[in-house]
């Protein structure tokens, strides 16, 4: 239970993405753009687990996530990083799996057979 208070913790970080340490660049971009607010919950947590977790990001969530952006998805990330709760995860580990999350989400929305 304590894992899961603690997944949801960071799911909320995610969303808010760190916002009293982030650093203003990033939160402009995001705010000026109202980022935080055009992903759908479940497809939050799906790139959140993707990018800092182990798990994967399907069709429906990939189009979210190219809707969104490279720039913001970028921004986000960066800001999540900035969060004091996430020093201990290596920030280049966490971009690898961020481009890595957007290029396959590009790929899987680029591709004429859908999945997932």
Same mark, same amino acid.
């Given at each position: 239970?304590?894992?899961l208070?603690?997944?949801?913790?960071?799911?909320v970080?995610? &969303?808010?993405?760190? %916002?009293?340490? %982030?650093?203003?660049e990033? !939160?402009?971009?995001i705010?000026?753009n109202?980022?935080e607010t055009?992903m759908? &919950?479940?497809?939050?947590l799906? %790139?959140?687990t993707?990018?800092?977790k182990?798990?994967?990001?399907f069709?429906?969530?990939?189009g979210e996530?190219v809707?969104?952006?490279k720039?913001?998805?970028?921004? &986000?990330?960066?800001r999540t990083?900035?969060n004091?709760l996430?020093? !201990?995860?290596?920030? /280049?580990?966490?971009? /690898?799996?961020?481009?890595?999350t957007w290029?396959?989400?590009? %790929?899987?929305? !680029?591709s004429?057979?859908p999945s /997932?």
């Open positions: 239970m304590e894992s208070h603690v997944y949801s913790v960071l799911v970080l995610f &969303l808010t993405c760190g %916002a009293v340490m %982030a650093t203003k990033n !939160d402009q971009i705010k000026e109202n980022y055009k759908g &919950l479940p497809c939050v799906e %790139a959140f993707s990018i800092f182990t798990g994967s990001i069709n429906k969530c990939c996530l809707v969104l952006g720039v913001c998805h970028s921004a &986000l990330v960066k990083l900035e004091p996430f020093k !201990d995860l290596s920030p /280049a580990t966490i971009i /690898a799996k961020s481009i890595q290029n396959n989400c590009l %790929a899987l929305i !680029d004429p057979f /997932a």
